[in-house]
């Protein structure tokens, strides 16, 4: 009886938990506006794609969801490449001063990016010459201090005896990182692309600074143009912002439903002996 009880409660916290992304599904099939409590109960006569298409003439969602995955993939890239090679260095190398370089990087966790933004502006515009391109908007993005501490956090569990193994048979410390530490650590993999992405993929702000040309605007970019001059004047302005918001939202969904399968936790010493 007590299981029955704990999976009702699981049930109801889950619906809970989806009824604003079901909300915001249902409302951005609106034709017109119904934001009575009853709205949330779909009436196929008031159900259209019409936002979706008010969308599609206001904004070049092709061109838009290609600047976002080359953006994003820039920003994915970087922080896989440095993000390993940086965790793994503060984990598993000896090296003077690795306890004040961890201790930094903690620092940096705590400062918000707005605060580096028209310092990070300068250099990357007048002093790089990077506006009006990609890597001026990769740039920044490009080492993630999180996926850092969390790739650190892995490598720091996985068994010496492997490392010290590998080192004795002659492999070097890049040879080891890549054949021994990162496929032993893919859930860390799995989270940092998805940390990762969520933050590039949603951010407006960075590269609209980089850049006023349409035709490098990332999606988040075009969609937050689109809401602010374009969605108050449709025949359901609610209905296209919550439209606006579910093509942002999609290729975040889609990521995590392919990947979540991954998230489980991985023996780490089975590579040793006894």
């Not at 793994?88 to 690795?98: K, N």
């Not at 296209?240 to 942002?248: E, K």
Request: hydrophobic letters at 55%; aromatic letters at 12%; one cysteine or more.
């Amino acid at each position: 009886m007590r299981r029955y009880g704990r999976l009702t409660v699981l049930i109801v916290g889950a619906l809970v938990f989806l009824f604003p992304f079901y909300y915001m599904l249902v409302g951005s099939l609106q034709t017109h506006l119904d934001s009575a409590p009853s709205g949330a109960v779909p009436n196929p006569g008031n159900l259209s794609l019409q936002n979706y298409r008010q969308i599609d003439g206001a904004v070049d969602l092709l061109r838009a969801l290609v600047n976002s995955g080359v953006f994003t993939g820039g920003v994915i890239l970087g922080t896989v490449v440095f993000g390993t090679l940086a965790g793994y260095a503060l984990a598993q190398l000896h090296f003077r001063g690795r306890g004040v370089l961890f201790a930094a990087l903690l620092l940096v966790q705590v400062v918000p990016f707005q605060l580096l933004t028209i310092p990070l502006y300068v250099l990357i515009v007048r002093d790089y010459g990077l506006g009006d391109s990609y890597l001026g908007m990769i740039a920044p993005y490009a080492i993630n201090s999180t996926a850092v501490f969390v790739f650190r956090q892995y490598f720091l569990q996985l068994p010496r005896d492997l490392f010290d193994a590998a080192r004795i048979d002659g492999a070097g410390e890049l040879r080891i990182l890549l054949r021994i530490a990162l496929p032993l650590v893919k859930p860390a993999l799995i989270t940092a692309l998805l940390l990762t992405f969520i933050g590039p993929w949603n951010e407006f702000l960075w590269p609209f600074l980089i850049t006023k040309q349409q035709n490098m605007q990332p999606l988040a970019v075009s969609l937050a143009n689109y809401i602010n001059t374009t969605a108050g004047r449709a025949a359901n302005p609610f209905g296209a912002i919550l439209a606006g918001a579910c093509v942002l939202a999609a290729p975040a969904v889609a990521l995590f439903l392919v990947f979540q399968r991954h998230f489980v936790s991985t023996d780490l010493g089975s590579g040793v002996k006894g």
